[in-house]
């Protein structure tokens, strides 16, 4: 345990984030696993799927290039189920 003032604030602020980009990567795994499940290809889940990684990457929670691979993998799939 840090005995420095700010290094111990520094571990609290690192905690609360991390806390919070887990469960906005959590979320991102749960939409793209409805979007992909969704009867007859809900095209209303893929975007919300892709907006939810859009938005991950404008807060740098994933690399844009990381994001970019994710919608372009998740649009693939969902293509192929629906084809």
Do not use: C, W
Not at 8 to 15: C, G, Y
Not at 30 to 38: E, F, G, W
Not at 62 to 74: G, I, M, P, V, Y
């Amino acid at each position: 345990m840090a005995n420095i003032k700010s290094q111990i604030k520094r571990n609290r602020q690192n905690e609360k984030r991390r806390g919070r980009n887990k469960a906005i990567r959590s979320e991102i795994n749960s939409r793209v696993k409805n979007a992909l499940q969704a009867d007859g290809g809900d095209e209303e889940a893929l975007r919300l799927a892709i907006k939810k990684i859009d938005k991950a990457a404008s807060k740098n929670i994933l690399h844009k290039n990381t994001a970019a691979r994710k919608k372009s993998r998740l649009v693939k799939r969902f293509n192929d189920l629906n084809s």
